[in-house]
């Protein structure tokens, strides 16, 4: 495992982590942040999807998205303050805003490759038309 880690620091909240020196807590970190931008991205996508029937512009509901992002990470993060075994950083919301944004370019790029999607007036109306063959 050494072999393949490169030589990096990391400083987060007051701790100081050396994958070389530290390669299962490096790992462990890179996990752990990996799924908190997962996790955001997942929870853009489906707020973007609650508001895809709405007739406003992708810039609209993306900053609308993204500041319900931005509300629910500060949410967890202040939640974690009060939690003695938990650590609160403003990086936490920083990166959990970030996996939102990348769960809003994961969207308009499905988009753009599926225009079919964007134009079909069924979705946007939520409407379902069964047909027969």
């Not at 752990?32 to 508001?51: E, Q």
Request: with cysteine; hydrophobic share 50%; charged share 20%.
């Amino acid at each position: 495992m050494l072999s393949v880690i490169p030589e990096i620091t990391v400083h987060y909240h007051h701790a100081t982590i050396e994958a070389k020196e530290q390669p299962y807590e490096f790992a462990e970190f890179i996990f752990r942040k990996s799924s908190h931008l997962f996790m955001y991205a997942v929870l853009a996508v489906s707020a973007y999807w609650a508001l895809f029937h709405l007739r406003w512009r992708f810039i609209a509901k993306m900053l609308l998205v993204e500041i319900y992002v931005i509300l629910i990470a500060t949410a967890d993060e202040w939640n974690q303050t009060r939690s003695v075994q938990r650590t609160s950083a403003l990086q936490d919301i920083v990166l959990d805003s970030v996996g939102g944004l990348l769960g809003l370019v994961a969207i308009k790029f499905c988009l753009f490759i599926f225009p079919k999607i964007r134009r079909s007036r069924t979705l946007r109306r939520g409407e379902v038309k069964w047909q027969r063959k």
